[in-house]
């Protein structure tokens, strides 16, 4: 099912998106991720990644947010981006688990070319519970994650479900 917000934003409602697995979990840390991509089947990558998330045992998936479809921005000329927003619970530290999604990321193909790049998957640390983390390697809350569309829209939509 598709709900079109705009000209530039549909959202996308699929098996996997939006869903609620869990209402709680006794894993120590809340973490928001975003999801994107904008090469390959991204809406097979993404039920690829939350099927890899939800076997392993260092997180317990709880819910899931609607996709988007959205144009990209700063190098605009590529495909629109798919995003999506999973809040989940884990016992790893930042880094461990930057080092775990970014190992993700290159299992479903990401290649690094060059910043805002066409990509297969790209996940972002939006929230790590309630820290604030700023050093070379990450950045938490995720920088500017308040004036992107691709983030905003989904989480809203989520908080629903």
Same mark, same amino acid.
């Given at each position: 099912m598709k709900k079109k917000l705009n000209d530039n934003l549909t959202l996308h409602y699929t098996n996997n998106f939006p869903k609620k697995l869990k209402s709680s979990s006794n894993k120590k840390y809340l973490v928001t991720i975003g999801i994107g991509g904008n090469i390959g089947n991204t809406k097979k990558i993404f039920d690829k990644l939350l099927l890899s998330l939800k076997s392993n045992k260092k997180f317990s998936i709880l819910r899931t947010s609607p996709l988007l479809t959205n144009p990209p !921005? $700063? !190098?605009l000329e590529q495909n629109d981006f798919l995003n999506g927003i999973i809040a *989940?619970?884990?016992n790893l530290s930042p880094n461990e !688990? *930057?080092?775990i999604m970014q190992r993700l990321e290159k299992?479903? $193909?990401r290649k690094r070319s060059f910043q805002d790049a066409p990509r297969? *998957?790209?996940i972002d640390i939006i929230f790590f519970d309630n @820290? @604030?983390?700023n050093t070379k390697k990450l950045i938490v809350p995720h920088?500017?994650?308040a004036n992107r569309e691709s983030v905003i829209i989904p989480l809203?939509?989520?908080m629903n479900i």
């Open positions: !921005f $700063g !190098f *989940l619970k884990t !688990f *930057l080092k299992r479903y $193909g297969t *998957l790209d @820290k @604030k983390i920088k500017d994650w809203k939509y989520m």
